[in-house]
């Protein structure tokens, strides 16, 4: 079946613009998580959804970001007057319910790049 | 807080030869551990994890790990690895009591095998 999706697989975007990025999980996951992956840096936690809301935004690193999830299914991630140190690959995961025994699974991951 | 280590960024080998990628966890607390697998271009999918039950955990792709409370290790080992298994691997831990299933991830060994 599909697996998690994520648009766009790049973007280039100019210092100071904002960017949105998309994430489609497995239909019928209900548990939605935003990551940040940075050279050399492992993988980073920003947020996570169980439904539509977002209980641990713990993540996020400052209030130029921003998520949402709509309809229990697809979810944005919005980011501000991006700055250089914003680039990295963001990459999405869906569970089935959120707990330690439902595995995530990741998606492709968008590749920013802030020049 | 819960840390994940990964000693090694980066394991070189040859083809047919043993492999064992270390992976060390601070919890004061019970639990949960996990190896996940990025192949290149690829998003990050699961290969083994420890719930519970038996410290030996064996995965997709001939790979295995042992849980050692003792010593809060949790390495990845297989007995010949073959040019395919070229990928970049994560140890995560997700800490016991709650329901969110996010998880810490380590910051990855880049295991390169040769001919």
């Known amino acids: 079946g599909a697996g998690v999706s994520q648009s766009p697989s790049n973007k280039v975007t100019e210092k100071g613009k904002d960017v949105e990025l998309r994430c489609d999980p497995i239909?019928?996951?209900?548990?939605l998580y935003w990551y940040r992956q940075s050279l050399g840096q492992g993988l980073e936690f920003l947020i996570y959804?169980?439904?539509?809301?977002?209980?641990?935004k713990s993540g996020l690193p400052s209030d130029r970001f921003s998520a949402e999830r709509t309809g229990g299914s697809v979810s944005t991630l919005t980011i501000q007057r991006t700055q250089q140190e914003d680039s990295a690959v963001y990459l999405c995961?869906?569970?089935?319910?959120?707990?330690?025994?439902?595995?995530?699974?990741f998606g492709n991951g968008t590749r920013l790049t802030v020049t | 807080a819960q840390s994940v280590t990964q000693l090694d960024s980066q394991v070189p080998v040859f083809e047919e030869a043993p492999v064992e990628l270390r992976c060390n966890y601070s919890?004061?607390?019970?639990?949960?551990l996990f190896w996940y697998v990025q192949y290149p271009n690829q998003g990050l999918q699961l290969l083994l994890k420890?719930?519970?039950?038996?410290?030996l955990v064996k995965g997709i792709n001939g790979f295995e790990a042992e849980f050692n409370k003792s010593q809060t290790s949790f390495h990845l080992r297989k007995p010949s690895v073959h040019i395919s298994d070229t990928a970049e691997y994560f140890c995560?831990?997700?800490?016991?009591?709650?329901?969110?299933?996010?998880?810490?991830f380590g910051k990855g060994t880049k295991l390169s095998v040769k001919p």
């Open positions: 995560a831990v997700s800490v016991g009591g709650g329901s969110q299933g996010n998880l810490i």
């Open positions: 995961a869906s569970s089935l319910w959120g707990g330690h025994n439902s595995p995530l699974h």
């Open positions: 919890s004061s607390v019970s639990v949960y």
């Open positions: 959804f169980q439904g539509n809301s977002a209980p641990d």
């Open positions: 420890y719930l519970s039950g038996s410290t």
């Open positions: 239909s019928g996951h209900t548990a």
